[in-house]
Nanobody
Framework: QVQLVESGGGLVQAGGFLRLSCAAS????????MGWFRQTPGKEREFVAA????????NSAASLEGRFTISRDNAKNTVYLQMNSLKPEDTGVYYC??????????????????WGQGTQVTVSS
């Protein structure tokens, strides 16, 4: 099973940016699609973005309006989430997740088999 550790969260003002990282260990990193999700109190876990094992295919939530970009460095076993033009409603715990294959098969949490512990992102107005 893949072990995932997120980092890079913190407090930022609206309009600012953050870059989240997720380091993976165990298994062959390029064999897994990777995803980012977020969760706020009282809400279900929400899909943010996903990337295929090769990095050639990406998908992100339409509601983000292109503000977030997912990428990966297979040589470093790391996936990133660049978040720009942050808004207070982006506040939440951000989780990275490893898929069950190199292909991005969907935006549902059940498509991902391993999860990190999450990193808090707080955007102040």
């Amino acid at each position: 099973q893949v072990q995932l550790v997120e980092s890079g969260g913190g407090l930022v003002q609206a309009g600012g940016f953050l870059r989240l990282s997720c380091a993976a260990s165990g298994g062959t990193f390029s064999s897994y699609a990777m995803g980012w999700f977020r969760q706020t109190p009282g809400k279900e876990r929400e899909f943010v973005a996903a990337i295929s094992g090769s990095g050639y295919y990406t998908n992100s939530a339409a509601s983000l309006e292109g503000r977030f970009t997912i990428s990966r460095d297979n040589a470093k076993n790391t996936v990133y989430l660049q978040m720009n033009s942050l808004k207070p409603e982006d506040t939440g715990v951000y989780y990275c997740a490893a898929g069950l294959s190199p292909v991005v098969v969907g935006a549902e949490p059940r498509a991902f088999g391993s999860w990190g512990q999450g990193t808090q992102v707080t955007v102040s107005s």
